[in-house]
């Protein structure tokens, strides 16, 4: 939206928390950096040492550590215990939820030795990890060995669990469909200390189903077997700029890995890896990749580019470089393709430190980038925590894919925030309705992108300051939060919970579905030992009384209105 077209907003008032935020970038560079360098270090080396060990040793481990969390369940008393939660301490988390849940009373079990890659099985193609194991962890292992898993998400702090228990999506979503799909089998501690492990098609099938989405409020994940795919040494990135409005760019996108002839599951007309930025209402560019050799990438005339280096320019700026020179392509090593947004947290880093992406500032100091998530939430404090949101949106929106030139037109028209990540995935039909799934019906529609068992979704990943906010006007992040998630629920898409939610409980079960959830959550026996996902999702600081009459509501099945 072009300031002659915005809305006139009365400006807004600043006072000693917009001058906090203005100069935080002191404590970043002098606290958060270096502590940051040093954590990830140490992580590495104890990463390292995990790695050394054999795999009697590792499982030997991990079967003592679940037969602590067993024994620490069991101890606990339902009459005088809170209910159950992990002992994580709530800054800890990458998502941007308050995680006010963790301020009632609670039971804490510490799963926080749960962090070994337990089997990478070449036969089977299957590696078998703890949930603490994170992207940047699980790729430093498969990658030298020509293998990876099926679905990558982009920052190296992700972990296994939270991608399962909450959401993970990468740019080869439009092949394999989110993180949760590509996962074979769990291994989950029950409310009652039973360990079970949960595939398609046992006898747990009905658990294995429920647990994606679920935020970790049917047991305790301890294991997860995931799936593996043969990969190359390199990347072969094509980048393509698109000029147009903003139904027009979303054509663009669509064409660049959706075959109009609906021939989506043909390789040679499908890319490897999908990814799109939009950077005005009037461009964008889109990127596809396919896995190339070492060979290939090192012939002659063909260029090479170690995006991963510090002082490399961070990847969306490098992107929009295509709108000024057109169309081209280079070779980027496999595993810095993976994390090419960690640096700057996609464009993140440039609100963090507004001169990070200065070629002085790559070279002396890029090699500490970047902050970690963690410690930025430690060292924010009460007042910077609300500020961030009421005046900055971090939230993904996961549409439809003929919906996108919809859903960008929206955020235009009520955020003015960009750039916009947009990456596809499939949500696929399932045996049972699980709390996200396909629109009714729509294979029968044959649009651009789905076929008879996927429908193909788009993430609209929406993450700065609004416009209104960069101008100095009013802004309210709660009420656009709001406006965006009854948009979502009209038009049959869905939210990721990492993010803050203004959704009220019947909301949020009409975006939702709560059957098999609440299903699966009665037969295990996880009411009244673990927070339901909607109170554990919540914006706003929780009672032990409000979460126990929210538990004791859900045992007599009190469900929303179905439209």
Not at 139 to 160: I, K
Not at 171 to 182: A, E, M, N, P, V
Not at 299 to 324: C, D, E, M, R, S
Not at 492 to 510: G, I, M
């Amino acid at each position: 939206m072009s300031d002659l077209q915005a809305p006139l907003r009365p400006k807004r008032k600043k006072g000693l928390v917009d001058f906090l935020v203005q100069f935080r970038w002191i404590l970043v560079i002098f606290i958060v950096l270096p502590f940051s360098a040093l954590y990830y270090f140490l992580i590495y080396v104890g990463d390292v040492r995990s790695e050394m060990k054999s795999y009697k040793q590792r499982q030997k481990e991990h079967d003592e550590n679940v037969k602590k969390v067993v024994k620490r369940l069991k101890q606990r008393d339902p009459k005088k215990d809170g209910l159950v939660c992990t002992a994580r301490k709530p800054w800890v988390a990458v998502g941007m939820r308050n995680v006010d849940y963790k301020r009632a009373r609670h039971y804490e079990v510490d799963l926080s030795a749960f962090r070994n890659i337990l089997e990478i099985d070449k036969e089977r193609m299957i590696a078998r990890v703890e949930p603490l194991v994170n992207m940047g962890q699980i790729t430093r292992v498969t990658v030298p060995m020509n293998l990876s898993l099926a679905v990558v998400a982009e920052l190296d702090d992700l972990t296994v669990g939270g991608l399962i228990n909450g959401y993970g999506i990468e740019g080869s979503s439009h092949i394999y469909g989110l993180f949760s799909d590509t996962v074979v089998a769990y291994e989950i501690v029950l409310a009652d200390g039973r360990v079970v492990r949960a595939t398609k098609d046992n006898e747990y099938s009905d658990l294995f189903y429920a647990i994606p989405w679920s935020q970790g409020t049917l047991g305790f994940l301890v294991a997860a077997e995931i799936k593996l795919i043969p990969i190359k040494e390199y990347m072969r990135l094509s980048y393509t700029p698109v000029v147009g409005n903003l139904k027009e760019l979303a054509q663009g996108y669509m064409d660049s890995f959706a075959p109009r002839d609906g021939d989506q599951d043909n390789p040679a007309k499908v890319p490897d890896f999908v990814e799109g930025m939009v950077y005005s209402p009037t461009e964008g560019v889109f990127m596809t990749g396919r896995y190339a050799s070492k060979e290939e990438a090192e012939k002659k005339g063909n260029k090479i580019n170690n995006v991963g280096w510090w002082f490399k320019p961070w990847f969306y700026q490098h992107a929009q470089t295509a709108l000024k020179k057109g169309e081209f392509v280079e070779y980027i090593p496999t595993r810095e393709y993976y994390h090419r947004h960690t640096r700057c947290l996609y464009w993140e880093g440039k609100l963090i430190l507004p001169f990070g992406d200065q070629f002085w500032f790559r070279f002396l100091l890029g090699w500490l980038m970047p902050p970690k998530v963690s410690l930025l939430k430690a060292t924010q404090g009460e007042a910077i925590r609300n500020y961030y949101h009421e005046m900055h949106v971090i939230q993904d929106m996961l549409v439809p894919l003929y919906k996108v030139g919809d859903a960008l037109e929206w955020v235009d028209r009520e955020m003015e925030i960009y750039p916009l990540w947009l990456c596809p995935h499939r949500l696929f039909k399932l045996p049972v309705k699980t709390m996200v799934y396909p629109e009714p019906g729509f294979e029968h529609h044959h649009r651009q992108g789905d076929t008879q068992y996927a429908q193909m979704f788009t993430d609209v990943g929406v993450y700065y300051a609004p416009g209104p906010v960069l101008r100095g006007e009013v802004f309210d992040g709660a009420e656009a939060v709001r406006k965006m998630e009854k948009w979502l629920i009209e038009n049959q898409s869905f939210q990721p919970q990492y993010a803050v939610s203004e959704l009220n409980e019947k909301d949020f079960w009409r975006m939702f579905d709560a059957d098999h959830y609440e299903h699966v959550r009665r037969k295990y026996g996880a009411v009244g030992t673990f927070m339901s996902v909607y109170y554990k999702s919540k914006k706003g600081r929780k009672t032990e009384k409000e979460v126990q009459e929210a538990e004791q509501a859900h045992l007599e099945t009190a469900y929303a209105e179905t439209d």
